[in-house]
């Protein structure tokens, strides 16, 4: 088996997925995001039995992996839609936490270099409070970063297709030549 065979692009891209896709249920979890929790655990094991059946010559897993993948690729296509408030989809709804929390994504918190700026609220001046106004300065707002992960597991989601599907193509010509 050479080095860049489909076999070998393909468990490739799927440790790169299991890492991006690990890197993005530690996030998830930060931020008490259980829709996304959910689907990226069924992920993970997809891809794992996608190697599995690559490893052991099971074209059955891959073809599951190639199901999942059609499923996966429609999932991050909603987050985009979801934060980047497409198709009356809003980034502020409760769906990602499954309305059991009022969470939201931990990147909104904790984004890069952020700076906060308190700026005193001009409709609390006439009231006794002192409320203020926390405006970010950052150089990716947090919506962006979720659409860069979703994008970076479709172009992963993208690869990782093409490739099961040249292998579930290599498996069954293999197996026609040995009848």
């Known amino acids: 088996m050479g080095c860049c065979t489909g076999r070998c692009m393909f468990i490739f891209f799927c440790a790169v997925q299991l890492i991006a896709a690990v890197e993005r249920q530690v996030f998830d979890f930060l931020g008490y995001q259980w829709a996304p929790i959910l689907v990226n655990f069924l992920h993970v094991i997809v891809v794992i039995l996608g190697l599995f059946g690559t490893v052991h010559y099971k074209p059955r897993y891959i073809i599951l992996y190639i199901v999942w ?52 609220n001009t409709r609390w001046q006439d009231l006794n409070s002192p409320a203020q106004v926390s ?20 172009f992963l989601s993208a690869m990782g297709f093409v490739f099961a599907c040249y292998i579930v193509s290599f498996f069954n010509e293999d197996e026609d030549t040995c009848l």
């Open 69 to 120: 993948t059609v499923f996966w690729v429609v999932w991050n296509i909603f987050i985009c839609c979801l934060y980047l408030d497409i198709g009356g989809l809003s980034k502020d709804s409760d769906f990602m936490s499954l309305g059991l929390s009022s969470h939201q994504t931990w990147w909104k918190e904790k984004s890069l270099d952020c700076k906060n700026i308190n700026i005193p």
């Open 135 to 154: 405006e970010l300065g950052c150089i990716l707002e947090y919506q962006y970063i979720e659409v860069l992960h979703s994008a970076l597991q479709l």
